[in-house]
């Protein structure tokens, strides 16, 4: 009688065991996207200057399909260029029959919103700054709520076209466009 009860017991704690143990950690592919160039994509806004064409200089928003309305050339695509590529596929255009030798200088003016979730005080939509952590990120949502696990987190991320999720700690950087989600801890 007290065999089966033991096994069961054991059984029992292999299983909660095991169930605490569900760290995922993060795809590779999230690291090497912290030290690829940023790429552009939706709800970023960029800072484009054509010197001495105060016309053609001002910001633009990149829109949800992945461009940008510039006048003279019309809309340029945007999603997926570098801010060097983008300089480069405005000169070009500029240079076909609107300006002989066009000084074409795109900056990030904004770059597009993290979004937080789960266990904490306001979870929402949030301005990404450079630099910014989990934590951080977590600070501007309220903090965690007191049921929040304060360790890792689940990050959603688009990395080369393809959506990831991964498990990170609250110390690891984050990059625009990203999803935390802050699971409940089981104590």
């Known amino acids: 009688m007290k065999r089966p009860v033991l096994v069961f017991s054991a059984l ?7 169930g605490c143990s569900s760290y995922r950690p993060a795809p590779a592919a ?6 690829a160039p940023y790429v552009l994509d939706s709800g ?3 800072r484009v200057t054509v ?14 399909s992945g461009y940008i309305a510039f006048p003279l050339v019309g809309t340029v695509p945007a999603r997926g260029q570098s801010v060097a590529q983008l300089e480069a596929t405005l000169a070009a255009r500029l ?21 937080v979730m789960g266990e ?10 450079p630099g910014m952590t989990v934590q951080k990120a977590i600070a501007a949502a309220g903090g965690f709520s007191p049921r ?26 984050l990059l625009p466009g990203d999803t935390i989600y802050v699971r409940e801890r089981l104590f």
């Open 51 to 64: 010197f001495e064409q105060e016309g053609l200089t001002n910001t633009y928003s990149v829109d949800q």
């Open 30 to 35: 999230f690291s090497k996207a912290l030290q």
């Open 95 to 115: 240079r076909n029959g609107y300006l002989r030798d066009p000084d074409v200088s795109v900056e990030i003016d904004r770059y597009r919103p993290i979004f």
């Open 44 to 46: 970023d806004r960029v």
């Open 120 to 129: 904490v005080g306001a979870a929402g939509q949030y301005s990404y700054v």
């Open 148 to 173: 929040g696990n304060q360790s890792t987190v689940d990050i959603t991320r688009s990395v080369n076209g393809k959506v990831m999720t991964g498990r990170v700690y609250t110390s690891d950087p």
């Open 12 to 18: 029992l704690a292999a299983g909660l065991a095991g």
